[in-house]
C-alpha cells in the first residue's frame, strides 16, 4: 500500500524551531517530485518547498527562504523540513507529497500522486 504519513508537527513558540518528517511506504521516495504544503485557516493549501519533477530544482516560497530546508534520509525513506525562525503566520496543517510537481510548486498530480494526512503546527506564545 503506497501510503506518506507525516509527523513531527505541534506547538511551538515564535521564533522556535519544527522538524517534520514524511514517511513513505510501500514505494522509495523518488529524488524529484516531492515537495511539503501547507493550509492555514481560511487559506487554499499553498507549495512552501518543493523539488520539481521537471528538472529537479528546489523551489522555496519567498516567505520561506533562508528558513526552510528540505532533508532526505534515504535509509529510512523519509524527507524532512527543517523549520527555523517559526512565527504565528506559519500555523497552518502541513502536508507532504510526491508525483508530478512543477518547478512554482504546484501539484499536478500524475499516476504516482500521493499525499500525506497532514500535521497540526501551531505558533504561539
Known amino acids: 500500500q503506497v501510503q506518506l504519513v507525516e509527523s513531527g508537527g505541534g506547538l511551538v513558540q515564535p521564533g522556535g524551531s519544527l522538524r517534520l518528517s514524511c514517511a513513505a511506504s510501500g514505494f522509495t521516495l523518488p529524488y524529484s517530485g516531492i515537495g511539503w504544503f501547507r493550509q492555514a485557516p481560511g487559506k487554499e493549501r499553498e507549495g512552501i518547498l518543493c523539488?520539481?519533477?521537471?528538472?529537479?530544482?528546489?523551489y522555496y516560497a519567498d516567505s520561506e527562504k533562508g528558513r526552510f530546508t528540505i532533508l532526505r534520509d534515504n535509509a529510512k525513506n523519509t524527507v524532512n523540513l527543517q523549520m527555523n525562525s517559526l512565527s504565528a503566520e506559519d500555523t497552518a496543517v502541513y502536508y507532504c507529497a510526491t508525483g508530478l510537481i512543477d518547478n512554482r510548486c504546484r501539484f499536478r498530480g500524475g499516476p504516482a500522486g500521493s499525499w500525506g494526512q497532514g500535521t497540526q503546527v501551531t505558533v504561539s506564545s
Open positions: 523539488i520539481s519533477s521537471s528538472d529537479g530544482v528546489t
